[in-house]
C-alpha cells in the first residue's frame, strides 16, 4: 500500500553533511507518520528520529540530537534527514519507515512499511 525508497547516501568524511530523501508513495501516505533508523555492522536496527503525521512533532536517538534533523513535506510526499557534524559511528544503512499511526513511533516494531535503505559511510 505504501512504497518508500530511500536516496541520498554516500561516503563522507567525518564532519561533513548528507541529506538523505525518502520518497512515499501510496494512498496511505497523508495520514500516517514516518522515521528513520539506521543499521551497522554486526549491530541492530536502532531508531534514529521520526516525525509525526502534520510535521510539528518529532523525536531523536540521544545519539543524534543536535546533529540530524528530521523533516517532511506531504505537498511532495517526502521525508528528509539532513545529517551534519557526521562521525565514523554514524556509517550505517538507512532506512525510512512508516507505521500504520498518524502519530511518531520510536519502535522499529511499530513500523510496517520501509524503503530498501541507503548506505552511508563516513570515513575517520
Known amino acids: 500500500q505504501v512504497q518508500l525508497v530511500e536516496s541520498g547516501g554516500g561516503l563522507v568524511q567525518t564532519g561533513g553533511s548528507l541529506r538523505l530523501s525518502c520518497a512515499a508513495s501510496?494512498?496511505?501516505?497523508?495520514?500516517?507518520?514516518m522515521g528513520w533508523f539506521r543499521q551497522a555492522p554486526g549491530k541492530e536496527r536502532e531508531f534514529v528520529s521520526a516525525?509525526?503525521?502534520?510535521?510539528?512533532?518529532?523525536y531523536y536517538a540521544d545519539s543524534v540530537k543536535g546533529r540530524f534533523t528530521i523533516s517532511r513535506d506531504n505537498a511532495k510526499n517526502a521525508v528528509y534527514l539532513q545529517m551534519n557534524s557526521l562521525k565514523p559511528e554514524d556509517t550505517a544503512v538507512y532506512f525510512c519507515?512508516?507505521?500504520?499511526?498518524?502519530?511518531?513511533?520510536?519502535?522499529?516494531?511499530?513500523?510496517?512499511?520501509w524503503g530498501q535503505g541507503t548506505q552511508v559511510t563516513v570515513s575517520s
Open positions: 501510496g494512498r496511505a501516505y497523508g495520514s500516517i507518520a
Open positions: 519507515a512508516a507505521p500504520l499511526t498518524m502519530a511518531a513511533q520510536k519502535n522499529a516494531y511499530s513500523y510496517v512499511y
Open positions: 516525525i509525526n503525521w502534520s510535521g510539528d512533532t518529532t
